[in-house]
């Protein structure tokens, strides 16, 4: 799917540059970063399910 990334001039100029010496389009650090920020925000289940363990632990501990 295309999409237009309008980006300020300083990070643009870091993006062309990390893409010239990679030997890469712009596109693909880009797209890159993106799933890299996806992943780092998406709850994972064990973590999710450790902090529910953690904050429950009283009431669980009770109702063994």
Not at 3 to 28: V, Y
Request: hydrophobic residues 40%.
């Amino acid at each position: 799917m295309a999409t237009t990334l309008r980006l300020p001039a300083d990070p643009d100029a870091k993006l062309t540059e990390r893409a010239r010496r990679e030997g890469r389009s712009k596109q693909e650090p880009a797209v890159e970063a993106v799933r890299e920020a996806q992943n780092r925000a998406e709850p994972k289940a064990d973590d999710v399910l450790a902090e529910l363990l953690d904050s429950d632990a009283e009431i669980l501990h009770y109702l063994k």
